[in-house]
T-cell receptor, first 110, second 110 residues
Framework: GQQVMQIPQYQHVQEGEDFTTYCNSSTTLSNIQWYKQRPGGHPVFLIQLVKSGEVKKQKRLTFQFGEAKKNSSLHITATQTTDVGTYFCAGHQGAQKLVFGQGTRLTINP | DVKVTQSSRYLVKRTGEKVFLECVQD?????MFWYRQDPGLGLRLIYFSYDVKMKEKGDIPEGYSVSREKKERFSLILESASTNQTSMYLCAAFSNTEAFFGQGTRLTVV
């Protein structure tokens, strides 16, 4: 079964507040990816992390890959209404199998 | 950009029907995936393929089969549709770093 767990399932924030979603795998991942799905849309790739302990930033978004390569986080600073959507983590189990977390749905009060 | 096209956006089928969901990519990516998306469950992997005529079961293959006769086309088959297969189906093609998704097919089985 699915072995990539993501929390929380839902998060509602006031615009300007920070947001964090966490991803945990029961097995070591070769890499971790993050996707964003806008309401009514399909998942769109944000970033890939490969190295143990890696941290990457995209403007207000900070992505982190754990030292053991079993967990990851996405942090958004000072959310904006354009950040609304569902954020998914995904990891490769083995060479080809790409599995996704359950996603965190972010809603924002303007 | 890679384009992944799914044959139908919306589909309504009767219980017991054989259903074909088609997916075509316009790049030369070897890995292709079929997921279903249900509220609270995220993206669950049904089947994936890493080459022509090669296929691997994902986490929820029961009730489904796939076909990959050509590199660009990956078809999902519901042998005998049931109401619990009502869902959003997403096809993806994977490059070395990211998955490109189709727009999704919302299938309703009545």
């Amino acid at each position: 079964g699915q072995q990539v767990m993501q929390i929380p399932q839902y998060q509602h924030v006031q615009e300007g507040e920070d947001f964090t979603t966490y991803c945990n795998s029961s097995t070591t991942l070769s890499n971790i990816q993050w996707y964003k799905q806008r309401p009514g849309g399909h998942p769109v790739f944000l970033i890939q992390l490969v190295k143990s302990g890696e941290v990457k930033k995209q403007k207000r978004l900070t992505f982190q890959f754990g030292e053991a390569k079993k967990n990851s986080s996405l942090h958004i600073t000072a959310t904006q209404t354009t950040d609304v959507g569902t954020y998914f983590c995904a990891g490769h189990q083995g060479a080809q199998k790409l599995v996704f977390g359950q996603g965190t749905r972010l809603t924002i009060n303007p | 950009d890679v384009k992944v096209t799914q044959s139908s956006r919306y589909l309504v089928k009767r219980t017991g029907e054989k259903v074909f969901l088609e997916c075509v990519q316009d790049m030369d990516h070897e890995n292709m995936f079929w997921y279903r998306q249900d509220p609270g469950l995220g993206l669950r992997l049904i089947y994936f393929s890493y080459d022509v005529k090669m296929k691997e079961k994902g986490d929820i293959p029961e009730g489904y089969s796939v076909s990959r006769e050509k590199k660009e086309r990956f078809s999902l088959i519901l042998e005998s549709a049931s109401t619990n297969q009502t869902s959003m189906y997403l096809c993806a093609a994977f490059s070395n770093t990211e998955a490109f998704f189709g727009q999704g097919t919302r299938l309703t089985v009545v």
